[in-house]
C-alpha cells in the first residue's frame, strides 16, 4: 500500500475543483488533471491552516496540454 498525504494547493486556475488533495508519497510534485490539460504543483517549505489541519503548501508552476 503506498502512502499519502494531503496538501493544499495554491495558485493555477481560479476554477479547480479542490484544493485540498492526496498525494502519494514520496513525490516531489502534484499533477491535476483539468481542462483537457494538466496542472502542475511543486511543494514549498510552508504550511497552511486548513479544515482538515495544518498541511503542506504547494504552488504552481506550469500548464501542460494533453497528447492526443
Known amino acids: 500500500m503506498t502512502d499519502t498525504v494531503k496538501v493544499f494547493l495554491k495558485g493555477g486556475p481560479d476554477d479547480l475543483p479542490e484544493r ?3 498525494t502519494p508519497l514520496p513525490g516531489p510534485d502534484v499533477k491535476i488533471k483539468h481542462r483537457g490539460g494538466y496542472e502542475h504543483f511543486r511543494p514549498t517549505s ?3 491552516d486548513t479544515p482538515e489541519g495544518a498541511l ?3 504552488e504552481w508552476w506550469e500548464r501542460t496540454e494533453i497528447a492526443e
Do not use: A, D, L
Open 56 to 58: 503542506p503548501v504547494y
Open 46 to 48: 510552508r504550511r497552511t
Open 20 to 22: 485540498i488533495v492526496p
